[in-house]
Each structure stands twice: as C-alpha cells, then as structure tokens.
C-alpha cells in the first residue's frame, strides 16, 4: 500500500513552453502534498506544501506565479513550471502524506524536467 | 524554519564495516526524525526512523539514535554490504514539513 506515482518520468521541453507534473496518491487519500526540487549531488529543498481544495504554500524564494500547484482531488495534485528555462532543469519529486497519519511521507519516483 | 545539518557528507567504508552518519537539528518542536536511501535517479526511500519520544530504534542492520536534549541524532549500519552504497538523508519534521540534510554519499569497498 502508499504507492505514489508520477507522471511524466522524464521530460525535456524548449525555453518558454509550460510543462505540467502529475502526482497521484494509487491506494489512499492524501490531503496534503508536497513538492520537492532536488538538482543534481544536491538535497531535496521543499518548494511547497499542497492542501486539497485550498491555495499552495509556497517556501521562502520560490515563485508562485511560475511554479502553479493544484489539488484538485484527495488523490491528485500538479505541479505546473510556466515558461521553463535551463535553470528550471531538475528532477521534481512529490510526496503524499495519508490522511490517517500524522507524519509520514511516500515519495513519487520523480520526474526529470530538461529545459533546452 | 527548521535547519538540519548532516555529516559527513563522503563516508567510505569496507565491506563489513559499520557506517555512522550524524545529523544535527535547530527547532525543539520537531519530533519525527526519518532517514533515507536514496539511489541515482530514484525516489528516496525510508529506511527507518524515529519519534522525540524514543532514545533508540533498531532494525537489523541499521539502528538510529536521538537525543532529544542535544539535537542530534544518527544512523548506524553495520555489517555493511556493497548494496548499502547510495546516499543517505536524515531528515526533521515540524508542522508535517520536512527539512532535509544535505546528505552522505556512502561507498562500500568490497
């Protein structure tokens, strides 16, 4: 059980397009998600907090009007990075926090965004 | 916000060997502390972890120890295999988000 999937697995787009992430709870429900950045040799920052049927907290530095987040459903939320650029070139990971436990967090596998 | 320092960030061992990584924390307010394996491009995986309301926890190979009063908590891996090579992050929460160490790159030499 607490399976977290993500969709795309890997994606590389131009300079200037859109690129939408999809993070999916398989087996439970999830009313907070979280979305992670982690670029290469480096640690995962948390970019922001994702509640179900309210507005994302964003961390400190991050650009809400370029990194759009919905949660739109207890088992669905999106990450949206508008008009990428080369440095927005990373691997984003989401996590899924089960409704029924306080603390722990399941991972998806990732996705790796290339920017060109 | 919460500030989790870890070392080292290399550790080399040979195989057989035990592992110990340390991590550091600043906000008393945390009180769940998870470590994770990550290998090259997958997801971080849990490998164990631990409540403020516990001093030690042991699985197998791996046991992780807390001290709540100093701030510090750490992994250890014994008889460690060339499959335990990966990076290692300890991590904190408060509030349901987690801060993350910077992690620690471990090699087992066979």
């Known amino acids: 059980g607490a399976v977290v999937s993500q969709h795309p697995s890997w994606v590389i787009c131009k300079s200037g397009t859109s690129v939408k992430i999809e993070c999916r709870s398989l087996?439970?429900?999830?009313?907070?998600m979280f979305w992670y950045r982690q670029f290469p040799k480096q640690s995962l920052m948390l970019m922001a907090t994702?509640?179900?049927?309210?507005?994302?907290?964003?961390e400190q530095g991050v650009e809400k009007d370029k990194f759009l987040i919905n949660h739109a459903s207890l088992t669905l939320s999106t990450l949206t990075v508008t008009s990428a650029h080369p440095e927005d070139s990373s691997f984003y990971i989401c996590?899924?926090?089960?409704?029924?436990?306080?603390?722990?967090?399941?991972f998806g596998p990732g996705t790796r965004l290339t920017v060109l | 916000g919460e500030n989790v320092e870890q070392h080292p960030s290399t550790l080399s061992v040979q195989e057989g060997d035990s592992a110990v990584i340390k991590c550091t924390y600043s906000?008393?307010?945390?009180?769940?502390f998870p470590w994770y394996k990550q290998e090259l491009g997958k997801r971080p995986q849990l490998i164990i972890d631990?409540?403020?309301?516990?001093g030690e926890k042991k699985d197998q190979r791996i046991a992780v120890t807390l001290n709540k009063t100093a701030k510090h908590f750490s992994l250890h891996i014994t008889e460690t295999q060339p499959e335990d090579s990966a990076v290692y992050f300890c991590?904190?929460?408060?509030?349901?988000?987690?801060?993350f160490g910077a992690g620690t790159t471990v090699t087992v030499r066979a």
């Open positions: 996590s899924a926090r089960n409704s029924g436990s306080t603390d722990t967090q399941y």
């Open positions: 087996d439970f429900q999830a009313t907070t």
């Open positions: 994702s509640n179900e049927g309210s507005k994302a907290t964003y």
């Open positions: 906000d008393s307010a945390s009180n769940y």
């Open positions: 631990i409540r403020s309301n516990v």
């Open positions: 991590a904190a929460i408060n509030d349901y988000k987690l801060s």
